[in-house]
């Protein structure tokens, strides 16, 4: 099979939190009792207003093609909700709705890169961004972050990382899956040194309403401020209105890169939804006091469940600072009878029926993914099963160490 597919897909390999959704999904429907810590999506609904607007949106028949950008309303949409959160004044021109962040950040990578390319991001990374460069037949180049200063990105790393064959430098915060954030403060020797040579700054900013402290973290004015004109910024409604099937975000972009996407748009999906488009206006024009109580339950769950699994001396976990996983390194468990994080997931998931994503898919092994956007009630049930099958483990692992 391998033979007659395109060479762009040679070194790709498949999504591996999608991967994990599919499989707990599969075991669900036979019947299992699965505890899902898979999929990073929300367990809360998606407002009713918003579920409203859609159905309204049926009803009105507005069920054709719209513009492939997206209707002007949902664009306008998107530049008052930078106003109101972070003051930047972008236009219509510059905005493109897309199927989810992944498109925003996909079209990118289409429009941008060609082969020989470095792009550079930062690790413990969502297997898509690498994936995608890769796609585009460029090359990604990957600053590792560690967990001694929870997964901070550091700017100088980055900026030592640039070479004459750089063309961008993709920033996701909050980080999936590490929850770690790039502030104003970190992101600004990496803008202006993107901004001296010219390279892109593409920020990721899919959790950008899941930020549990008060912090600086308004890049999209630095980008405007500093480096407008070589800048994409990708957003989401997925897990801010608890939207992920919907399937709705953008980017902002300057207008003759905004133009290359409707190329690319008009020529793939055309434009997103149109249903989803009505209901988008909404949610973002709409009341935001849900999106409050959202992260203040996540910030609950995220103090159980890392209380819950450290307890255990042998799994060590920084405490995210965003989004909503957890990123426990369990390689003092390995190395016994379970020799891998993926070998642990897949123990996991046959004996003790909890789905999660290994490190190994986010170039981190040793670590397992844990969503908890999933209930009080679910997270208990779960930690109690992981730390069941780590105590299996520390013994044998002190046998083998003798
Ligand atoms: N972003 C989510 C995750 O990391 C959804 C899955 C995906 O799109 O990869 O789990």
Redesign the pocket.
């Known amino acids: 099979m391998s033979a007659v597919l395109a060479q762009r897909l040679a070194n790709v390999t498949g ?1 591996a ?2 991967k994990v ?1 599919a499989e707990a999904d599969r075991l669900k429907r036979s019947g299992v009792q699965i505890v899902d810590f ?4 929300p367990d809360f609904q998606t407002p009713q207003h918003v579920k409203d607007a859609a159905k309204a949106a049926i009803d009105a028949n507005f069920s054709r093609y719209t513009n492939a950008m997206g209707i002007p309303e949902f664009r306008e949409a998107v530049c008052a909700q930078y106003k109101r959160d972070y003051g930047i004044d972008c236009t219509v021109a510059e905005v493109v709705l897309t199927n ?1 962040g ?1 498109q925003a950040l996909f079209n990118t990578a289409l429009a941008l890169f060609n082969p020989g390319d470095e792009v550079i991001t930062h690790a413990p990374y ?3 961004i690498p994936e995608q460069i890769k796609i585009a037949n460029a090359t990604p180049v990957i600053v590792q972050t560690k967990p001694d200063d929870g997964f901070t990105v550091h700017p100088e790393r980055i900026v030592a990382a640039i070479t004459p064959k750089t063309k961008a430098i993709i920033i996701n915060s909050p980080c ?2 590490t929850g770690s954030l790039t502030d104003v403060a970190a992101m600004t020797p990496i803008v202006e040194a993107a901004a001296a040579r010219g390279i892109w700054v593409i920020v990721d900013l ?1 959790y950008e309403h899941l930020i549990y402290d008060e912090v600086d973290h308004n890049l999209p004015k630095l980008l405007f401020d500093k480096h407008r004109d070589r800048s994409v910024i990708c957003g989401s409604l ?1 897990k801010t209105y608890a939207m ?1 099937g919907w399937r709705a975000g953008w980017t902002i972009a300057p207008k003759d890169l905004t133009q290359a996407f409707n190329v690319i748009m008009g020529h793939t999906t055309s434009n997103i939804a149109s249903i989803v488009q009505k209901a988008g206006v909404v949610a973002l024009n709409g009341p935001q006091d849900g999106v409050k109580v959202m992260l203040d339950e996540y910030r609950r769950r995220r103090d159980a469940i890392h209380g819950w699994l450290t307890a255990n001396p042998a799994i060590k976990c920084v405490k995210p600072r965003g989004a909503f996983y957890l990123f426990p390194d369990i390689s003092e468990l390995l190395g016994g009878e379970v020799k891998s994080s993926s070998e642990f997931a897949q123990r996991l998931i046959e004996q003790e029926h909890v789905a999660l ?1 290994p490190g190994e898919g986010f170039d981190a092994p040793g670590y397992l993914r844990i ?1 908890y956007a999933t209930s009080m009630d679910q997270l208990r049930e779960g930690a109690t099963r992981i730390l069941r099958l780590a105590e299996k483990l520390q013994p044998a692992k002190a046998g083998a160490s003798r």
């Not at 898979?38 to 999506?41: F, I, L, P, V």
């Open positions: 999504s939190t999608m959704a898979g999929a990073g999506e989810g992944k969502w297997p898509t999936n899956p899919c997925s992920t994503t969503s």
